[in-house]
């Protein structure tokens, strides 16, 4: 099996972070949240990050959570 996400502790920090309007806030909570993944789920931050990149990993970062969350309920895939 493979390393067990965080997956509510991330999952909070995914949302705190769409929700900050602060791009220094957004990058500490991006960096935190990578942290906390499983070394083949990390993302390699640039050093020049804009807004669109925190939300492109976070969506990147949900794509991987969602993946370990195993089939979904009524059989949909």
Known sequence: MTN???HPIITKLVDDCYNESD???KIKILYKINSLL???CCINIPSLITDDYVDTALYRI???IHRYDGPSVGGEQ
């Open 4 to 6: 067990v996400i965080q």
């Open 23 to 25: 791009i220094d806030k």
């Open 62 to 64: 949900e794509k991987h």
């Open 38 to 40: 499983p070394m083949s």
